[in-house]
């Protein structure tokens, strides 16, 4: 009976396993990757640890409906899947670690640039004052890439080649979604009272 090895003698196939007990076994896999993983974990990523017959978002499904109840969830941001803490649970390891408040602290200029960056990326410190109507420092980029929101794009293929910025996984996480195309159009900031129409 020939098994599926990986280099480090992982058997995914699980052959010798009741197909219930073995599908058991590739949930508890995929929990532990996503346990062990501080960044979301893609798709490709899980499908190394289960047998080739084995549906990744299948056993997501079934991982999520077994932590129901729990402190934690799977949460599907930035094009994978990472285990976070439920919200209701903030409170207390932030009162038993004394981690304090670890919200983003933006100010109110530093996400509309920030929002700037994100539907218009990549672009340019000059594209960012063609929007704002002013200079954009470079405080408040250097700000927003400490926090690792925004990364280095590109070099522009204008005069000088200048840099150019695009949004990074950690602001995809920060702002719970799954990729670019869910971030809202204009007309959904519109009827929120979040741009001029």
């Given amino acids: ?3 599926d090895q990986t280099d480090e003698g992982l058997d995914r196939e699980l052959e010798e396993l009741p197909q219930e007990l073995r599908w058991c076994e590739w949930m508890r ?7 062990a993983s501080a960044s979301p974990v893609p798709r490709e990523d899980l499908a190394r640890v289960v047998g080739q017959g084995a549906s990744v978002d299948l056993l997501i499904d079934d991982l999520v409906a077994d932590l129901e109840g729990r402190s934690f969830e799977v949460a599907k941001v930035a094009g994978g899947w990472m285990l976070r803490t439920r919200p209701a649970y903030a409170a ?6 004394d981690v304090g408040d670890q919200d983003l602290d933006l100010r109110e200029y530093d996400v509309a640039v920030l929002a ?8 340019t410190r000059d594209g960012l004052k063609d ?3 002013k200079e954009i420092s470079r405080d408040l980029i250097g700000r927003l890439h400490a926090r690792g929101l925004i990364g280095t794009g590109p070099r522009s293929p204008r005069r000088g080649a200048p840099y150019t910025y695009v ?3 950690k ?4 702002f719970e979604l799954e990729s670019l195309q869910d971030l809202p159009d204009r007309e959904q900031l519109t009827d929120a009272g979040l741009a001029a129409e």
């Fill in 1 to 3: 009976m020939a098994k």
């Fill in 29 to 35: 896999r995929i929990e532990a990757v996503l346990f």
């Fill in 92 to 97: 207390a390891i932030q009162t038993a670690a």
């Fill in 116 to 123: 700037a960056i994100a539907y218009h990326q990549p672009i």
């Fill in 131 to 133: 929007i704002f109507g």
């Fill in 167 to 169: 949004t990074t996984e």
């Fill in 171 to 174: 602001f995809l996480v920060a």
